[in-house]
Every structure is written in structure tokens, then in C-alpha cells.
């Protein structure tokens, strides 16, 4: 099994990248993970495996 964490700066993105790494076998790992800076800035995340 491979694990690999996609991460971007918006959820569309996110959704863009996880989408494209669906279509090559990968499944998400549990739900999307957001981390959100001092200053407003935040990051999206989503565990991926096959």
C-alpha cells in the first residue's frame, strides 16, 4: 500500500488535484484537513492511498 498527503492553497484546488489522483487508483484517506496561520492563511489537505 502507498500513502502520499496532497496538500493546496484552496479547497477547489484541492479538489482539482485529489480528483486527477483519483482517476490513477488512489483512494482518500479519512476526511480534508485545514490549517489556518496566524495571519489568514490556510492550507487544505487530503491523505490519499492505493
Request: charged residues 20%; aromatic residues 10%; proline residues 2%.
Amino acid at each position: 500500500m502507498e500513502y502520499d498527503v496532497e496538500c493546496a492553497n484552496s479547497l477547489a484546488e484541492l479538489i482539482e488535484i485529489v480528483s486527477q489522483r483519483l482517476c490513477n487508483g488512489w483512494k482518500p484517506q479519512g476526511g480534508i484537513c485545514s490549517i489556518v496561520a496566524e495571519n489568514g492563511y490556510t492550507v487544505f489537505y487530503q491523505a490519499i492511498v492505493r
